[in-house]
């Protein structure tokens, strides 16, 4: 079995070849820090922490880098309007991240650089750049990469005509009076004394935004990575620029081998950002929903499609988890009286058929979506099995384990350590309390009083009221 990967520098699917054996060498493209971040930003870290811890499943040797962009125009901004110092802002808003990120399970970076800890080394990346004559200072004190000198890249990533993408160029590209060609964009911006700057050989001011990916990727990874990854919206320009960059200084092509990008998450099928206003922050959402609920939302769907955000897609991704789990505390239920040199019941084959289709799914361009497929099947066929036979201690741990397999790769199967809103909401529907309904008559039928008390209790607790009848159960909402 083969790792397939889409490329977006090549547009088509190809297997996944690093340059060096196992050892991967990966760029994400991290975060502006000038607010909280929001539900756009965990589908992106979350997606792509999917993708490396699964490239670690497969045996790779991961490097993993993501920047902190902790000055930008963004965050000045923001601070003058809050009054606040930026570099206050931008830390705060750092650990905001950091804190959101571990609360979604998602690993941290082997090396995660600020742009203000790294000014003197990106002085001299720009320096290089205008010493091997691919960027030019102006008299505002402005330094800009010449474009007139790798036009033959222009295009390479988003498969745009030149004029195409003047026409779009608006979009966070820098409208300047002073640079010689369009499509230009800036490595050194000149400030004023009383903005936030550093003394350069061009004068006070800061890095622009595509240099420190560049730089960052370099000195922590290689001058070749073998991913780079990031959102959709960051193709053009920021990760052209990055190739015409870094191949000026490194003189290797290509930059990076493989270029990957997540979909975006919409709401009301409109991109979720900060400047359209249409945002949830991280924490917003967390006050509602439970981390592993956030986390099986994104992950149930593949990292290049689009997830349309509501709170009924959230509510129902919730639910889909839990049958998941239900599964996993009946397989520990069952392990309680299992005995010791019991059956495996083809448990054991079960088992490795799914593996194998899990790494199928996640082989072909990390399908999540399938994978979590077949991992609901696999669950059915293991409730069945453990009410209608009684497989022994051995081929239950086995399945436990498997579960914990997965969920090194995906994160979706973690206890939540305390109830969200959505648990004690009346959120459940028909299939969790038949669901239910079945482990209660179980645990009678084992005589297990307690245990079937306290899901009566608990469904009671959220509304649903059961009747033992002669004809059978009966349930009603309250
Ligand atoms: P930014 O701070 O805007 O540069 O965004 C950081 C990362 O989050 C980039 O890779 C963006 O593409 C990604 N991102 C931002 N908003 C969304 C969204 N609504 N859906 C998916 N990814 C997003
Ligand atoms: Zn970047």
């Not at 060498?25 to 811890?53: E, Q, W």
């Not at 790294?118 to 330094?143: D, F, M, Q, R």
């Not at 990760?239 to 490194?250: L, N, T, V």
């Not at 998450?265 to 950002?273: A, P, Q």
Request: proline share 3%; with cysteine; hydrophobic share 35%.
């Amino acid at each position: 079995m083969t790792l397939n990967v889409y490329n977006t520098l090549t547009r088509s699917i190809e297997e996944f070849i690093p340059f060096h054996g196992k050892k991967v060498n990966m760029y994400v493209c991290g975060p502006t820090v000038y607010d909280h971040c929001h539900l756009g930003h965990a589908r992106s870290y979350v997606s792509f922490d999917v993708i490396r811890k699964y490239l670690i499943y497969r045996g790779y040797d991961v490097n993993y880098i993501s920047n902190i962009t902790d000055v930008d125009d963004k965050v000045i901004n923001r601070a003058r309007e809050t009054g606040e110092d930026p570099f206050v802002l931008s830390r705060k808003f750092t650990e905001s991240f950091i804190e959101d990120m571990e609360t979604l399970s998602v690993l941290a970076p082997d090396t995660q650089p600020k742009v203000t800890e790294h000014i003197p080394e990106i002085i001299e990346t720009v320096g290089t750049l205008i010493e091997n004559g691919t960027a030019y200072v102006t008299h505002k004190g402005n330094v800009y990469y010449d474009l007139t000198k790798s036009m033959d890249k222009i295009g390479i990533l988003s498969h745009q005509t030149v004029e195409g993408l003047m026409e779009g160029s608006g979009n966070r590209i820098d409208v300047e009076n002073d640079k010689s060609y369009q499509l230009d964009f800036v490595l050194w911006k000149s400030a004023s004394e009383n903005e936030p700057g550093w003394e350069s050989p061009w004068g006070w001011g800061r890095p622009g935004w595509h240099i420190e990916c560049s730089f960052m990727s370099m000195k922590y990874g290689s001058e070749q990575l073998d991913i780079h990854g990031g959102g959709m919206d960051l193709i053009f320009p920021h990760h052209e620029a990055e190739i015409h960059q870094s191949e000026s200084c490194s003189g290797e092509h290509p930059f990076s081998k493989y270029w990957l990008h997540n979909g975006f998450l919409t709401i009301h099928k409109e991109k979720m950002s900060k400047s359209l206003g249409n945002f949830f922050t991280i924490k917003e959402v967390l006050s509602k929903f439970s981390p592993g609920t956030i986390r099986f939302f994104i992950v149930y769907t593949q990292y290049r499609s689009t997830i349309d955000f509501s709170e009924e897609t959230l509510k129902e991704a919730g639910r889909a988890r839990k049958r998941l789990l239900n599964t996993i505390s009946n397989v520990k239920h069952a392990l309680k009286k299992a005995h010791e040199d019991g059956n495996d019941n083809g448990l054991t084959d079960l088992i490795s058929e799914t593996r194998d289709a899990f790494i199928n799914s996640m082989d072909d361009d990390f399908n999540t979506r399938e994978a979590i497929g077949n991992l609901f099947v696999f669950s059915r066929k293991i409730n069945s099995i453990i009410t209608s036979e009684k497989p022994g201690r051995l081929s239950l741990e086995k399945i436990l384990e498997f579960y914990s397999e997965i969920n090194e790769v995906l994160g979706i199967l973690t206890e939540d350590e305390k109830p969200a809103s959505e648990d004690v909401a009346n959120g459940l529907s028909e299939e969790d309390i038949t669901e239910m309904i079945g482990l209660r008559e179980k645990a009678r039928e084992e005589k297990d009083w307690a245990k079937s008390d306290a899901i009566r209790d608990n469904l009671k607790e959220k509304g649903i009221f059961i009747e033992d009848r002669k004809d059978g159960i009966r349930w009603k909402r309250m």
